[in-house]
């Protein structure tokens, strides 16, 4: 089992930042691969970033490559995800999850653990 906690949601300005933290607990936080996901209103959740158990391997969406940063403190059993460059379109619920699989896997299926959500709105 693994319990997940996001944080650092909020509102910001187009073009400024933010820092989300997702919290782990349970199952030792090395062993998984943790991702970001997002669900604007009315859309579908998508995939934003993964990355590898050990940190050794980071996959992107297209949309946020080179102004998101995901990273994660094995140590601290915490996983970030970095967002500069903010656009109204970055709007949504991000959520941060886990997959036991290890499989740097960009589809939501394949994740077996999701935190509750944090909100983080752009305005324009």
């Known amino acids: 089992q693994v319990q997940l906690v996001e944080s650092g949601g909020g509102l910001v300005q187009a073009g400024g930042s933010l820092r989300l933290s997702c919290a782990a607990s349970g199952r030792t936080f090395s062993t998984y691969d943790m991702a970001w996901f997002r669900q604007a209103p009315g859309k579908e959740r998508e995939f934003v970033a993964v990355i590898r158990w050990n940190g050794d391997r980071i996959y992107y969406a297209d949309s946020v490559k080179g102004r998101f940063t995901i990273s994660r403190d094995n140590a601290k059993n915490t996983a970030y995800l970095q967002m500069n460059s903010l656009k109204f379109e970055d709007t949504a619920v991000y959520y941060c999850?886990?997959?036991?699989?290890?499989?740097?896997?960009?589809?939501?299926?394949?994740?077996?653990?999701w935190g509750q959500g944090t909100q983080v709105t752009v305005s324009s």
């Open positions: 999850t886990a997959d036991l699989t290890t499989g740097l896997r960009t589809r939501e299926e394949f994740y077996d653990y």
